[in-house]
């Protein structure tokens, strides 16, 4: 028989390897898999045995061109990331899904290159020398942190020339933080509700009791149970706000966003408010549009918590401005940067600021109407917009809060947000 181009036995090999995977998995009911694989190994498989048989005609090369291009099709349109290998850990052939995810995994090289992950790659050597499947958990940290369970099967190649492994990727990130997600919330609204909920259970006792004729007392005792019922209304708005960032911060945002326009107008929304406690916003607009990719949602959030912040804790006068910056190692960047004339905040908070509930003076920030979480919920959205985030204070003389985002067409590197710098 003659020999079929390489290019064509990889894909094929990969095809028929994922195939036979697919429906070894569905038989066995062991581990999860698409569906896809099960239909890919169908048709690979009968494909694959219809051509070896002893007494069966050869395929014509019409035939064979358009059983490739429909394996190659099939295993493109997995979602899930799949990774063909053969006995020496070489590279045979991955899907678009795996090479978007692994930059650097090319045909004929060893897996090693591309994951540096020793319980995979241990993983894969056992696999190869036993047979047995193995479930393998993987953890990756740039550009973000996502949660991967690694399914390895050996597989025989279609050839003849030995034992293949294929890896397919579950993707368990959303999973893993919607359960942090209910954990968390469960914890930390239990903790930041008790006060004000104790105080609301105090005042309408009295209400009922002590305080029933008093017109006086209960005007005063509304007014606070009304405050009060404020709070936990921002508190609960606040952490459902930060747990959906979290539960997408994955998943980067693919439309763009004029970070200018936006910040106008979040300036222009929040002038009334700071003018009611006394203090002027300022926005000084460079020369724009400044196009970021990104949600509006989440970026306008973010720009209304620092403005907010900057009115709340500074002095009586908030500038918030845009500008530009060449970063040799991450490209061109847009900065937002918001400034304020208040006390400064002491070094030593500086690197805790966007922890959850964190304050710097816990009475102060409560008494203003803070929640803890809008710093929290600032670095998140960072996060998910591959931006950085520096805070830089002097005590005595303010705070500045500069927020760096990729500008939209820019070549650059994906960093993690940073806390400060």
Known sequence: MPDRPRSSQSWMGAAIAVGLFGIAVALSGRLELPLILVGLGAVCIGGWLGGRGQEAPRPRPAATAQRHAIAEALLAHVPDPVILVD???????????????LPALHQARPLS???????VLDGVEAVLSSGMPRRVPLATRVPLERTFEVQIGALPMPDGSGVSAVLFLRDLTSARRLEAMRVDFVANASHELRTPLATLIGFIETLQGPAREDAQARERFLEIMRVQALRMTRLIDDLLSLSRIELREHVAPTTVVDLGALARQMVDAQGPPAEARGATVQFEDGAGPYPVPGDADELARVIENLIENAVKYGGGHVGVSLSREEDPRLGRRIVLSVTDDGPGIPPEHIPRLTERFYRVDVASSRARGGTGLGLAIVKHSLNRHRGRLAIESTVGQGTTVRVSLPEYGATAELPRAADQT
């Not at 590279?91 to 978007?100: K, L, S």
């Not at 290159?113 to 319980?119: N, T």
């Open 113 to 119: 290159f591309a994951l540096r992950s020793p319980e």
């Open 87 to 101: 006995r020496r850990t070489l590279v045979v052939e991955a899907n678009p899904a795996a090479r978007a995810l």
